[in-house]
């Protein structure tokens, strides 16, 4: 009889053990499973992204040859034609205005990080990193002194341009931007370099630890808007 009890409590125990391995090894493999159908979906997706993105640079060079045969087009139309030349030069200023052609020239190169304080030692942790109202402050500040064209992160600035807070990074003109921002604007330096005067915006970030650096340059370059400019409400009046 005791040798039954004995043989029973090891048979319950091996089927018990034997059990606990098949629930163990279920779950494993449901786990690989489930990482092996997460990393096909991640590498799904990133190879849609880059197949989009390089559609998108393709049809982009497309668009820059095209442009390029269209000004050749017009300076060949408007030679030996005094009223066409005007009216090119027209169009051209008027791109260079509206942000549609790529300029140079002198002017500065503001660089804004954030702070390499712990976060842990601020009582304010969001003052540690750059915000979307800086960035709009720093270029409102260019701006008034007289900046012609302006960029962040070679993101063209426009006057329908959009610099908003999205999380950790800022969307200028519809694309994501992160730290650290260059903004980089044309005009005359020791102006635009007032920016970094006592009591201005730039040593406001400072006092808060945000990494600041503005350099003077004689020559900067600001690529064009890329996007599409549509007016939906303003109308030319005839």
Do not use: W
């Amino acid at each position: 009889m005791l040798n039954k009890k004995i043989i029973s409590s090891v048979l319950g125990l091996m089927c018990f053990a034997l059990t606990l391995g098949i629930c163990v090894q279920i779950k494993t493999v449901k786990g690989t499973n489930s990482t092996v159908s997460n990393n096909y979906e991640e590498n799904s997706l990133r190879a849609e992204v880059l197949k989009y993105k390089e559609k998108y640079e393709n049809k982009y060079k497309e668009l820059e040859r095209a442009e390029k045969t269209l000004e050749k087009e017009r300076q060949n139309a408007t030679q030996n034609n005094s009223e066409l030349e005007k009216k090119e030069e027209e169009i051209t200023q008027g791109n260079k205005i509206l942000g549609l052609a790529e300029v140079t020239g002198p002017g500065v190169t503001v660089t804004l990080t954030d702070s390499k304080k712990d976060i842990n030692s601020a009582l304010d942790p969001s003052s540690l990193v750059v915000h979307d109202l800086d960035v709009l402050s720093v270029i409102n500040e260019l701006k008034n002194a007289g900046a012609e064209a302006i960029s962040i992160n070679d993101q063209r600035i426009i006057p329908t341009s959009g610099i908003i807070c999205g999380g950790n990074i800022i969307d200028v003109n519809n694309e994501k931007v992160g730290a650290p921002f260059v903004i980089k604007a044309i005009g005359l330096p020791e102006q635009l370099a007032a920016l970094s005067r006592p009591g201005g915006y730039l040593e406001r970030l400072k006092d808060d630890s945000i990494g600041v650096e503005l350099k003077k340059s004689n020559h900067i370059t600001i690529p064009k808007y890329t996007g599409t400019l549509t007016y939906h409400y303003a109308k030319t009046i005839e």
